[in-house]
């Protein structure tokens, strides 16, 4: 989720190789959850999958992906939808899901998205086009609610001055375009120092997260993947910051029945049979020659689980790591 400030940045698959290489041999269907500009579909059916189901809940994603997806014939479907919705997507159970949680840097670069402190625009950052804006959320939620997005969906420590300094903007001016946040942020908070993230980087960040409901749909994107796979299938997730990343690995961790005893003076519990196996308890990331490639996958973390035999089912959310104020929206 950290954001792209070189414009001329290609839009490069974060972690693609080590995905390939994890989940090898790629065979049967997959599931794409984040389409975006296509870079794990393809990489999925060059690879040698049957069928990839291509998800994404920005309608813009398809327009520019016509001039290549033809070639693929039947082998690729495309689906606009959801995470929370990604076990309806196809008939028959899946042979993988593979998740990049990272901002596209193709709604970046569009300022009309709304989404980049960087450039000028309506301040929207809806990744489906739909519902309220970023705009709509800030001229009308509360002081302390937008602290409290600002604090734990972005980790902003200057979350109750940063809100104060909204809500004392928005009363002389409604707020309509990014440039016009990014400046009240910019009076609110210190200089960066050379080396360091715009000041803006964790607001924006927060307020994107809220808009979409990022925590919730990621939760039921993999309650639903597990349910959509076939016994060994393998469900791949890519994470760009620590909130994401805590999320995916206690999730997989709970489902392998795989985090252990925090009180050995506990009486031990009874567990269900375990939904997943964990393909290596730590994260995969980056190595040099990506690095160089794409500085964008510097914050990158992979982590794969394999699908057993067991029966799906809805698991205990509150260990997971989410931060209270999901849903707030």
């Not at 994890?22 to 393809?42: H, I, K, S």
């Not at 593979?98 to 998205?113: I, Y």
């Not at 808009?211 to 994107?221: A, I, K």
């Amino acid at each position: 989720m950290n954001q792209s400030t070189d414009e001329n940045a290609p839009h490069i698959p974060v972690l693609l190789r080590p995905i390939l290489s994890n989940v090898a041999p790629v065979q049967g269907t997959w599931l794409d959850g984040t389409f975006g500009a296509g870079g794990y579909t393809r990489g999925f059916l060059d690879a040698g999958a049957d069928l990839v189901i291509g998800v994404d809940r920005d309608p813009m994603v398809f327009d520019m992906a016509a001039d290549w997806a033809g070639e693929y014939g039947d082998r690729l479907k495309l689906v606009e939808g959801t995470f929370s919705k990604l076990d309806t997507y196809h008939d028959e159970l899946l042979d993988g899901v593979v998740l990049d949680l990272g901002v596209s840097s193709m709604q970046l670069d569009l300022a009309e998205r709304g989404f980049s402190f960087m450039k000028d625009g309506p301040l929207d950052m809806r990744m489906s086009q739909s519902g309220p804006s970023a705009a709509d959320y800030l001229n009308a939620a509360s002081e302390a609610d937008i602290a409290d997005v600002l604090f734990c969906y972005g980790e902003e420590r200057a979350s109750r001055r940063i809100a104060k300094a909204i809500v004392e903007a928005r009363a002389m001016s409604p707020f309509e375009t990014t440039l016009q946040l990014t400046k009240v942020i910019e009076k609110t908070l210190p200089r960066s120092k050379p080396g360091q993230s715009h000041p803006a980087t964790r607001s924006f960040q927060a307020i994107r997260i809220a808009v979409n409901d990022e925590f919730g749909e990621l939760v039921s994107g993999l309650e639903a993947a597990e349910a959509a796979l076939k016994p060994g299938g393998q469900l791949a997730v890519v994470t760009f910051h620590s909130l994401e990343d805590r999320i995916v690995k206690r999730y997989m961790q709970s489902r392998a029945n795989a985090q252990g005893n925090a009180n050995r003076y506990a009486p031990m519990q009874e567990e269900d049979a375990p939904k997943f196996t964990l393909k290596s308890r730590k994260a995969i990331g980056p190595d040099d020659e990506e690095l160089e490639m794409n500085p964008r996958s510097r914050s990158a973390k992979l982590r794969v689980a394999i699908r057993t035999d067991a029966p799906a089912s809805r698991g205990d959310r509150k260990g997971l790591g989410l931060p209270k104020i999901v849903g707030n929206m």
